[in-house]
């Protein structure tokens, strides 16, 4: 399914405006809580080798935070789009926790 102008537009949106702010608050978690954080975000990880909080530093110097935000936001026809929690918890005073996700 490709993606709609809106979409496109609120993805624009997320990636200038919610993706800087969720970074400068995710980083201020100790790296045992950021990695909760991003394992639960991802919703898939495996925990890889005998430190799986190295790997996973090893996995956000190369690739960023961004596919974790990615799997944390989800972006409707219409543009709108709706936040994990956990995203929005980290996102500081423009947070916004919808209970619903």
């Known amino acids: 399914m490709s993606?709609?102008?809106r979409q496109l537009k609120t993805w624009q949106y997320l990636r200038a405006c919610y993706y800087p702010q969720f970074v400068a608050g995710i980083?201020?978690?100790p790296w045992y809580q950021r990695f909760e954080v991003l394992k639960t975000l991802h919703g898939d990880w495996e925990n890889r080798g005998d430190d799986p909080v190295e790997a996973m530093i090893e996995y956000v110097i190369e690739k960023t935070y961004f596919p974790f935000f990615c799997k944390g936001a989800t972006v409707?026809?219409?543009g709108?789009?709706?936040l994990h929690k956990l995203i929005s918890?980290?996102?500081g005073s423009t947070g916004v926790y919808d209970d619903g996700y």
């Open 3 to 5: 993606e709609n102008d």
């Open 27 to 29: 980083t201020k978690l």
């Open 76 to 78: 409707l026809e219409d």
């Open 80 to 82: 709108s789009f709706k």
């Open 89 to 91: 918890s980290n996102l």
